[in-house]
């Protein structure tokens, strides 16, 4: 199962209670207050791990909370801090605070952190109220609470090639045929609902990371299919091939056009991206058939390929690959 988008609450550790307490031990006359200050409330931390991919534990636990801290102790000892949470995302995570509307972090390196909700601070103890004028005050103060927050936690695969088409174009055919990816196809028209990850092997250390994202519709920008939630995807890849089926319904021009104006309707800068253009499916077409009337309308590169036969498919890689290394 893959989740990308999940609210979480999240509220730090509140901080523990000072002390009321005075030296009482043989031989010291006039001991004096020595009350300890309480220990501060443990901190909620998001933190990049690498082996993760979805966000799938966050949606079972969507309440987080940080350990309190300790009361103050006698001989001016400070009680123990409040253990803090770590909740462990993967690459890609994008942190929003829900109430104030806005984003706290873009967290895409491995070991990354980010404090969202940090303790309260520990009440002082009787100690620190001593004065010339009151030598043995009673006074203590209670622990502040801990901060809380309600998050968007949102995650945008991270990827070096994006695979973008209407449904029913052969994407995930073509990451099978490419990598160890398993996404789901069939003889009969559907669309892959979740994005997934495979690895394509050029050769011994020579690979980079592609993923197959859902078909786009008409609208997908308005939020149509799911389309605003798959296209925050493509804002993560180094570059994009856009797959067209040659042999289906749709004119493959037609369909590429489409595919960028909604693009440019949910971000233009998406438009800025490199991007290959594969003619899928042409095992399917007859030999009197002509492919030469489709023109990009840009400088991209042209690729006939068939991702079940295999036809096409090696050289389309080698030069994704040549592509992603000028970019790196």
Do not use: W
């Not at 220990?39 to 993760?52: E, K, L, N």
């Not at 799938?56 to 309190?68: P, T």
């Not at 570059?239 to 493959?252: C, I, Q, S, T, Y």
């Amino acid at each position: 199962m893959f989740i990308d988008r999940v609210q979480i609450e999240v509220t730090g550790g509140s901080g523990g209670k000072g002390c009321v307490s005075f030296r009482r031990e043989k031989f010291v006359p006039r001991g004096g207050p020595d009350g300890g200050g309480g220990g501060g409330g443990g901190d909620v931390i998001i933190r990049v791990d690498d082996q993760m991919r979805t966000l799938l534990d966050l949606r079972y636990r969507r309440s987080y909370k940080a350990g309190n801290g300790r009361p103050g102790q006698g001989s001016r000892k400070t009680g123990k801090g409040g253990s803090s949470t770590v909740i462990r995302v993967p690459p890609g995570t994008v942190v929003q605070d829900l109430d104030k509307s806005e984003q706290l972090a873009d967290l895409t390196k491995p070991g990354e952190e980010l404090i969202v909700a940090r303790g309260g601070k520990g009440g002082k103890g009787n100690y620190a109220y001593r004065t010339a004028v009151d030598q043995a005050p009673r006074k203590s103060t209670e622990g502040e609470p801990g901060e809380g927050r309600r998050l968007l936690i949102t995650l945008k695969l991270i990827a070096d090639v994006g695979l973008v088409g209407l449904p029913n174009a052969g994407k995930s055919t073509l990451l099978r045929a490419v990598s160890e990816a398993h996404p789901v196809v069939a003889p009969y028209p559907f669309s892959t609902v979740t994005p997934v990850l495979g690895i394509v092997q050029i050769d011994i250390g020579a690979s980079f990371c592609m993923v197959d994202i859902p078909g786009l519709i008409e609208g997908a920008h308005d939020g149509k299919g799911l389309g605003i939630q798959f296209l925050q995807h493509i804002e993560r890849c180094r570059m994009l091939l856009f797959l067209l089926d040659v042999a289906g319904e749709d004119d493959p021009g037609e369909a590429y056009d489409q595919l960028l104006e909604e693009m440019r309707l949910y971000s233009p800068a998406l438009l800025e991206k490199p991007r290959v253009v594969a003619l899928n499916k042409v095992d399917l077409l007859s030999g009197s058939e002509d492919l030469t009337e489709f023109t990009p309308t840009s400088q991209e590169r042209i690729y006939r390929i068939s991702a079940v036969t295999g036809e096409g498919v090696r050289p389309l890689v080698q030069d994704l690959y040549s592509s992603i290394e000028d970019l790196r």
